[in-house]
């Protein structure tokens, strides 16, 4: 019982973080192609444009890819 209480707290941690409702963040120029999902990503901070915050479905609609930098 007790391990699968962990189990379904280690899955409300993982796919509540990484659900539909995962806010991340983009750069709102014409080459942004990734999104973030920290606002403090190096990748962003070369942003020139508008940093705009959206959830990942709209993000992966836009055709944005998630950023390497983060991915590991
Ligand atoms: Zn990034």
């Known amino acids: 019982m007790k391990s699968w209480l962990s189990f379904f707290?280690?899955?409300?941690?993982?796919?509540?973080?990484?659900?539909?409702?995962?806010?991340?963040?983009?750069?709102?120029?014409?080459?942004?192609?990734?999104?973030?999902?920290?606002?403090?990503?190096?990748?962003?901070?070369k942003c020139t444009h508008v940093i705009r915050q959206t959830n990942i479905l709209d993000a992966k609609n836009m055709k944005l890819t998630e950023c390497l930098i983060e991915k590991k």
């Open 9 to 45: 707290a280690l899955y409300m941690l993982c796919c509540g973080m990484y659900g539909k409702q995962t806010q991340v963040f983009y750069c709102d120029s014409p080459t942004g192609k990734k999104y973030h999902f920290s606002k403090k990503c190096p990748g962003l901070q």
